[in-house]
């Protein structure tokens, strides 16, 4: 019997960048630097997705968005 779909939490537009650019492996530093961000902000967006999700890890955190569409390359 299959698990009932479970809804994805809802991210807001700069949390979805953060995560895609965190799921390709980018640093923090290099995601602050691309998005004209603060790497303390970049934690911080980090912590809410990670409250959001439930994950605790990168690789979570990298999971998550590869199975909700948001770790595919740029094109």
Do not use: C, N, W
Request: aromatic residues 6%.
């Amino acid at each position: 019997m299959s698990r009932p779909a479970t809804a994805a939490p809802a991210l807001s537009r700069r949390e979805v960048e953060v995560l895609e650019l965190l799921a390709r492996g980018a640093t923090y530093d290099t995601i602050a630097r691309r998005l004209q961000l603060s790497p303390h902000t970049v934690d911080t967006y980090l912590r809410r997705i990670r409250s959001k999700t439930g994950a605790t890890t990168r690789v979570q955190l990298a999971l998550f968005a590869f199975t909700h569409g948001h770790g595919l390359p740029a094109s």
